[in-house]
């Protein structure tokens, strides 16, 4: 009786060697695992407790993360390659429409036009113009995220480079009447950027308040320690309807003053501040529209 006692614990401590073995070991495997998904850490899978079931999980999850590491590597090159052949096609697109709009131009200019043929025409224009416009942004787009090179940035003077901005602006704002606030920086303020790029964001949000814009647009500069926010307003058309969360979604539209414009535009600047490693967000209260995009110095 004395042996059997002894053999039965000396099975229950075998036991519970191997019971805190195996779970020493799935504790070991779930720390990998964990750092695969949250820091993407190609570290394999190791055994240390060698038993034939343990010893084929490991065997499996390290063929399962292989297998994932060249589905993953396969899908960025294909989505690489079609970004890249959607880049080539709306280049492509843009060629044929400029060179139609060039032709309609000329046709335009034609003595021997009836009144109907005219009215034709100047609508040809407009839809040519629309798609051209829808292209050029559709190529931009298309181009910025097949783009993963490095961006040449230069220093430029802020309040110089919004001051440049503004007069290429101020034509359409003196012809609608606009009420002006732009509060520039007395003193310099120079940052690190790609010229271009923030040219095209400026632009873009110049365009998006041409839209929307009822009597009353403004830029200020607000510099802090580390940053420099910009901050684009503008009071709201009556029939303006604007959803806050979709309007830097691809090919959103709120209702305007005019359907002109291919969605894209706000889009194109969120995509770029990302780019330049810039902050932008919007905020819509009270009928006035606001967005900050934040510079880091």
């Known amino acids: 009786m ?19 073995q195996y779970k020493r070991q799935i504790k070991s495997f779930i720390q990998v695992l964990k750092k695969r998904r949250d820091m993407d850490v190609r570290q394999p899978v190791t055994v240390d407790f060698f038993n034939k079931y343990i010893t084929e999980l490991a ?3 390290n063929e399962y993360t ?3 590491k060249c589905l993953s590597m396969q899908y960025q090159n294909d989505s690489r390659q079609l970004k890249n052949v959607i880049a080539g096609i709306s280049h492509d697109f843009r060629t044929p ?16 036009l009836s009144e109907r043929d005219r009215e034709y025409l100047n609508i ?10 829808l292209s050029d942004d559709f190529f931009e787009v298309s181009s910025l995220e097949a783009n993963d090179e490095e961006l040449e940035l230069s220093r430029i003077n802020l309040g ?9 602006q101020y034509g359409w704002m003196e012809e609608q009447g606009l ?3 732009f509060r520039l920086p007395e003193e310099d303020i120079f940052i690190e950027t790609n010229e271009h790029y923030l040219r095209r964001i400026v632009e873009n949000l110049f365009s998006n308040i041409r839209k929307y814009v009822r009597s009353y647009a403004g830029i200020k500069v607000v510099p802090n320690m580390e940053t420099v926010i910009l901050i684009f307003e503008n009071d709201l058309t009556s029939e303006a309807d604007i959803d806050i969360e979709c309007i830097f979604e691809p ?8 359907n002109e414009g291919s969605g894209l535009g706000l889009y194109v600047v969120k995509c770029m501040a990302e780019r330049l490693g810039y902050k932008v967000c919007a905020e819509c209260h009270k009928g006035m529209f606001e967005l900050q995009l934040e510079i880091l110095l």
Do not use: W
């Open 2 to 20: 004395y042996i059997f006692v002894i053999i039965l614990l000396g099975a229950a401590l075998l036991l519970t060697i191997s019971l805190c």
């Open 59 to 61: 065997i499996i999850l």
């Open 66 to 68: 292989e297998m994932a």
């Open 97 to 112: 429409l400029t060179a139609a709009a060039g032709y309609l131009q000329l046709l335009d200019k034609s003595e021997d």
């Open 124 to 133: 040809a224009m407009r839809k040519v113009i629309y798609l051209k416009l």
């Open 160 to 168: 110089n480079f919004l001051s440049e901005c503004i007069l290429q």
């Open 179 to 181: 009420q002006t606030d």
């Open 251 to 258: 090919f959103y539209r709120g209702n305007a003053r005019s």
